[in-house]
């Protein structure tokens, strides 16, 4: 499998910023001024059709045909003739989307390591990973459970295929559920829209926009070196192997966080309300709270169709560990084909399953509190993320090694570590620690602090624009376009 890298149109590049997105905009309210209602959103799934053509022309036509496919099979499972059709129909497009995934994702993995095992080879497939295939596969997967569980679906293609191509979250998520956005889209497609939003959401993405390339993106170049040595085997000193772990500790934070402020802040432009999918996860003071954070929509996903179909708490609590265990072993699998990730969402697994143990029989430490208590709960929970990182970055297990061994060594590679790369971590590492997160500040979240997104997760207010607002969003627009001229993919574009 080779990773979707290329010259895509990310969300940071000049021809999304300077071409694509100004011609959306003024094509959907081009529309939206003459009571085109209907035709504006005709116009952003073409838009999306676009968006992901750019990316590759031969992959759109993939993701069409699984559009068509789950939209026919989605009617199916809701109004079959009798249950076993409709099961049927559900399972038939369950197996299907998964066999999607594991041809373009894991054949190779699964051939040679399955070669290795029977000692026999394995010739590389080398196929390129669709872009968004793990976030548009799962996405509908879930929508056929839902239509076979409430015997409702969509009855308009064009909003079905807009809820899957939808562009700002069609690459990397959030994953939607169809019952958040078929109202929106409806609504849409009839009516006028609150125009105080198209501002909100340029506030909101230029948040991310400044995340992404200003901190992202600067720390990335500078630690890519040190994971390339590291895969290299080239032997790797304490200050590169620490600069490397919490460089990469921060780089997907704020490339994530970028990421999800961006897709959030391109939807409030058009009208379209998405999920909240990222809060301030290095604030936890427990693994369980870490991913009731981070990635809120997979982890959702993950619980309602992986842990609850594998049996969830009803076989008691030696069996809901097990499950526990089970469902971020598979999160960890869809994150990428390599024992790397495996291993990091084995580390994951074990640890909130223990979380979950100590809370069963030892809810004394998990009811400890005060300032010394969570300091040290924060601490901790972070230590453990930052090491697990490692194995998500590091591009094969001996890799991740040498890092880890390099935490405790003396070797001298000849990479340049210079003071601005520390002066930038220290800041990053400030923000997302101690600073209240984007949506916190812009009034997204329904109060600073919450661990999940409010009813709908939704915004709970919309924020009048100011001149202080309006200046800081011209000053980070201004800024993260200037250095937009070299732009890197979203870390979760390649998954």
Known sequence: MQNARGDGMVFSSYVFLILFLPAVLIGFYSLRARGAYGASVTFLLLASFVFYAYWSLAHLLLLLGSIAGNFILGRWAATGPTKAFRKTATTVGVVGNLSLIFWFKYIDFAGSNLAALTDSSWTLLNILLPLGISFFTFQQIAYLVDCYKSGEYEKRPRNYALFVSFFPQLIAGPIVHHKTTRPQYTALARGALNLEMLPYGLMIFAMGLAKKTLIADPIARSIDPIYAAAAAGDPISAAAAWAAMIGYTLQIYFDFSGYCDMAIGLGLMVGVKLP???NSPYKSKSIIEFWRR?????????????????????????????????????GGLWHGAAWTFIIWGAIHAALITGNHALRLWAPALDAWDGIAAVTLKRAATLAFIMLAWVFFRADSLPAAGAVLSGLASFGTPDIALTP????LMAFAAGLALFAPNSLEVAGYLKQPGATHPPAQGFFSRVLKPTPLAAFATAIMLTCGVLVAWRPAVFIYFNF
Do not use: E
């Open 276 to 278: 909240i999918n990222f």
């Open 294 to 330: 981070w990635h809120i929509t997979l982890s959702n996903f993950l619980r309602d169709y992986v842990y609850i179909p594998i049996g969830g708490n009803r076989l008691g609590q030696i069996f809901r560990l097990r499950n526990i265990f089970l469902t971020m072993l598979i």
């Open 420 to 423: 601005a790369l520390w002066i």
